[in-house]
């Protein structure tokens, strides 16, 4: 059965240092287990710190990069190396200094002469009908959005693997989402936050407000809550 914890640490600094030093010994297990690992990415603030924390960390030198596979939760559709884009940030922080595999890494379509239902249809045609992910990250909104699964927006209810996203409350206004029946496919999913705009909403979410699309996100074995101290202060 599924299984909800709660970790809280101080501050968003050691927020980073923990969820980065979680991602490594869940890659370096994956990999012992099955030799490969899947993760998925998110976008954001908390996301950025987390990955250029891995950057530094003397333990990520035991993962196999080229056998990890990389996906995104969600994308600010956009034009290719646009500065807004999940994809950009992550590369940025990250990815551009690893020895990755580049058929592993699959970023969400680009807003380049495509429109976003058919790039949301070639992300699930890249997942397949059945995506394994070891570890699913997700940032929480201000709102309780998670990927870009907005409250009261209709992909929130969604069924296929992905969807397009068009008028989002938070810019760009259109993007493209892993759906919340993609998500729960995962095996862990880690809803992670940090600071004071996102006490309302984890509080909220963490109490049962379905209203809140964080209170949606659950993985098949373990969902974690990754929090600082001031983005769980209404838990
Ligand atoms: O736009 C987005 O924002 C959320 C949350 O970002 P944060 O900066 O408030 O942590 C993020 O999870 C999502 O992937 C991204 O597209």
Redesign the pocket.
Known sequence: MSKTLVVVVPDADVLADTVASRLVAKIVDAQAERGSASVVL??????AKVLRTVKDLPAARAIDWSHVDLWW????FLPAGDPDR?ETQARAALLDALPLDPARVHPMPAANGVDAESAAAQYAAELGPAPRFDVLM?????DG????LFPEYPELNATGLTAAVHNSP?PPPT?ITLTMPTIQTADEVWL???GP??TDAVGAALNGDKTRPAAHATGQSRTYWLLDEAAAAKR
């Open positions: 998110t976008g954001g603030r908390i996301a939760g969600d994308e600010r999940n997700l940032g929480v909104g201000e959005h998670v990927a870009s938070k993007r992670i936050a940090a705009d996102k």
